[in-house]
């Protein structure tokens, strides 16, 4: 038996190349670089989990607009594994975007982007985007009411970008409103576009992993120097470097287990988040949260003034890419110890106190859009009954009071709109007799 086992193996092995797809596994790490260089792997474990239970997923989800809701409440209540597969999915989700934070913040306290791994940060700050775009693309799949609201707010807050406002708010809706057409483009982004792209980087993170080979933990006193750096590197490893496989995987193998148990766990045990009302833009009884790790930038976009949210919502996130982008441009020689970089902690732990903070804000803030409008009393209405009254309560249930309201232009009927106009019109001059109430009138 063994040696049929040997035969098979070396047949497949020599036709296909088994052990030379594997060697890089094999690559010569430093042997010091322990429990912090695990992150990076846990958030490539992340994404597989990703994939695996996406596509699962993807076989009984329907994107179409009339059906989509029901297919994810079918799939949570009746099919086999459906409500432990979208647990996993949303579990998963949650554990990648944690690991590569912890990742980025390990590779950034590290000094791992100076030379020669420039290409390895800045490939990872892609990696961070794309990451982050599949939260929330994917959150719209759910399309239920607070996954819809998110985008009519994402897309009317998008579209008072100065310039190209108008033309962001028609891609991210795929048209002049919500419907079909927005979640047959956030399915094909989610399931297509991000996914392939993000197949490629990963190829391409990894690739450039393995042409610098694994930084060795940082010494403080030891600076690096572009000119000598390379030699150093190599004489580190021919005296003391271990092959990752089987020698430094271990760490590895164990946090990977740990991540994969945690969310199966969390999946079987607390499932998916509930499903919320079906989508129906008339109604306003929703609260279009996001999922909790774009809440702290949703919570900043609601405590900022109303007049600069449209630059901030665009801007900031292009501002802080760049930023990002050019960290080892601007820094890619000297110390890489921590304690020689003060500085670089202090980044850290400010980002951590900043959206842990807009975090907690987040859970209780009021929202853009604010859908509370005060009511209006009858004094200020001036009818009990007919158009204008009929206006007036419109007003107030669409919350024309209330802050950054979205734009409702499709989704009232034309009735409504007369009766919104009536209203409108009554407040610049007096009561027409046949806008009042019959008991005004007499
Ligand atoms: C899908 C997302 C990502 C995956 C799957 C991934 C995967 C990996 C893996 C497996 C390593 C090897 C060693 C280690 O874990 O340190 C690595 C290294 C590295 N990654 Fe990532 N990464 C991702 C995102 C990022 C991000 C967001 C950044 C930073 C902005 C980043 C920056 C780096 C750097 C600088 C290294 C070299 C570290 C060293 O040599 O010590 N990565 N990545």
Not at 98 to 125: C, D, N
Not at 338 to 355: E, F, G, H, K, N
């Given at each position: 038996?063994k040696?049929?086992?040997?035969t098979v193996w070396?047949w497949l092995d020599d036709?296909?190349?088994?052990?030379?797809?594997?060697?890089?596994?094999?690559?010569?790490?430093?042997?010091?670089?322990?429990?912090?260089?695990?992150?990076?792997?846990?958030t490539?474990?992340?994404?597989?989990?990703q994939?695996?239970?996406?596509?699962?997923?993807?076989?009984?989800?329907?994107p179409?607009s009339?059906?989509a809701y029901?297919t994810?409440?079918f799939?949570t209540n009746?099919a086999?594994?459906?409500?432990?597969?979208?647990?996993?999915?949303?579990?998963?989700?949650?554990?990648?975007?944690?690991m590569i934070g912890?990742?980025m913040?390990?590779?950034?306290l590290f000094?791992?982007?100076k030379?020669?791994?420039?290409?390895?940060?800045?490939?990872?700050v892609c990696?961070?985007?794309?990451?982050l775009a599949?939260?929330?693309t994917?959150?719209?799949?759910r399309w239920?009411?607070?996954a819809?609201?998110?985008v009519v707010v994402?897309?009317e807050q998008a579209g008072?970008?100065p310039?190209v406002?108008?033309?962001?708010?028609r891609?991210?809706l795929g048209g002049?409103?919500?419907?079909g057409a927005?979640?047959s483009?956030?399915?094909?982004?989610h399931v297509?576009?991000l996914?392939?792209?993000?197949f490629g980087?990963?190829?391409?993170?990894?690739w450039?992993v393995?042409r610098?080979?694994?930084?060795?933990?940082p010494?403080a006193g030891?600076?690096v120097?572009?000119e000598t750096?390379?030699?150093e590197?190599?004489?580190l490893?021919?005296?003391?470097?271990?092959?990752?496989?089987?020698?430094l995987?271990?760490?590895?193998?164990?946090?990977c287990t740990?991540l994969?148990?945690t969310?199966?766990?969390?999946a079987?045990?607390?499932?998916?988040?509930p499903?919320?009302n079906?989508?129906?833009p008339?109604?306003?009884?929703?609260?279009p949260r996001p999922?909790?790790?774009?809440l702290w930038?949703?919570a900043?976009l609601?405590l900022i003034p109303?007049?600069?949210?449209?630059?901030?919502?665009?801007?900031?996130?292009v501002?802080l890419?760049?930023?990002l982008l050019?960290?080892?441009?601007l820094?890619?020689?000297g110390?890489?110890?921590?304690?020689?970089r003060?500085?670089a902690?202090?980044?850290?732990c400010l980002s951590v106190?900043?959206i842990?903070?807009l975090?907690?804000?987040?859970?209780?803030s009021?929202w853009s859009?604010?859908?509370?409008?005060l009511p209006?009393s009858d004094?200020?209405v001036?009818?009990?009954s007919?158009?204008v009254f009929?206006g007036a309560q419109?007003?107030?249930?669409?919350?024309?009071?209330?802050?950054?309201m979205?734009a409702?232009?499709s989704?009232l009927?034309?009735?409504?709109?007369?009766?919104?106009?009536a209203?409108?019109?009554?407040r610049k001059?007096p009561?027409r007799?046949?806008?009042q109430?019959?008991?005004?009138r007499n």
């Amino acid at each position: 038996m063994k040696q049929l086992f040997k035969t098979v193996w070396l047949w497949l092995d020599d036709r296909i190349g088994i052990s030379v797809l594997l060697a890089p596994m094999k690559h010569i790490a430093p042997q010091d670089a322990k429990w912090w260089y695990v992150f990076g792997t846990a958030t490539l474990i992340a994404f597989v989990v990703q994939v695996a239970s996406g596509v699962a997923l993807a076989f009984s989800f329907i994107p179409s607009s009339s059906q989509a809701y029901e297919t994810l409440v079918f799939i949570t209540n009746t099919a086999p594994f459906g409500r432990f597969l979208r647990g996993l999915h949303y579990y998963g989700a949650s554990a990648m975007v944690l690991m590569i934070g912890a990742h980025m913040a390990q590779t950034f306290l590290f000094g791992s982007y100076k030379f020669p791994r420039e290409m390895t940060w800045t490939t990872g700050v892609c990696l961070l985007g794309f990451t982050l775009a599949m939260g929330f693309t994917g959150q719209l799949l759910r399309w239920d009411s607070t996954a819809a609201w998110s985008v009519v707010v994402a897309a009317e807050q998008a579209g008072r970008v100065p310039l190209v406002g108008d033309w962001l708010a028609r891609f991210i809706l795929g048209g002049n409103t919500i419907g079909g057409a927005t979640l047959s483009r956030f399915f094909a982004i989610h399931v297509f576009v991000l996914p392939g792209i993000m197949f490629g980087f990963i190829g391409l993170h990894l690739w450039l992993v393995l042409r610098h080979g694994i930084s060795e933990p940082p010494t403080a006193g030891k600076p690096v120097n572009p000119e000598t750096y390379r030699k150093e590197y190599d004489e580190l490893l021919k005296k003391s470097g271990r092959p990752f496989w089987p020698d430094l995987a271990w760490r590895d193998v164990i946090v990977c287990t740990a991540l994969i148990l945690t969310i199966s766990l969390l999946a079987h045990f607390i499932g998916p988040p509930p499903l919320d009302n079906p989508p129906d833009p008339s109604v306003l009884a929703a609260d279009p949260r996001p999922d909790w790790y774009l809440l702290w930038y949703f919570a900043l976009l609601a405590l900022i003034p109303v007049r600069i949210e449209g630059y901030v919502m665009i801007l900031m996130p292009v501002l802080l890419g760049m930023l990002l982008l050019i960290i080892p441009v601007l820094n890619h020689k000297g110390e890489r110890a921590a304690s020689r970089r003060p500085w670089a902690i202090a980044v850290v732990c400010l980002s951590v106190i900043m959206i842990g903070s807009l975090w907690i804000e987040g859970q209780q803030s009021p929202w853009s859009p604010n859908f509370q409008a005060l009511p209006l009393s009858d004094k200020v209405v001036g009818a009990t009954s007919g158009p204008v009254f009929q206006g007036a309560q419109l007003f107030h249930d669409k919350a024309c009071g209330g802050n950054n309201m979205p734009a409702f232009g499709s989704s009232l009927k034309p009735q409504e709109l007369d009766a919104l106009v009536a209203f409108l019109e009554s407040r610049k001059r007096p009561l027409r007799p046949q806008d009042q109430s019959p008991t005004a009138r007499n």
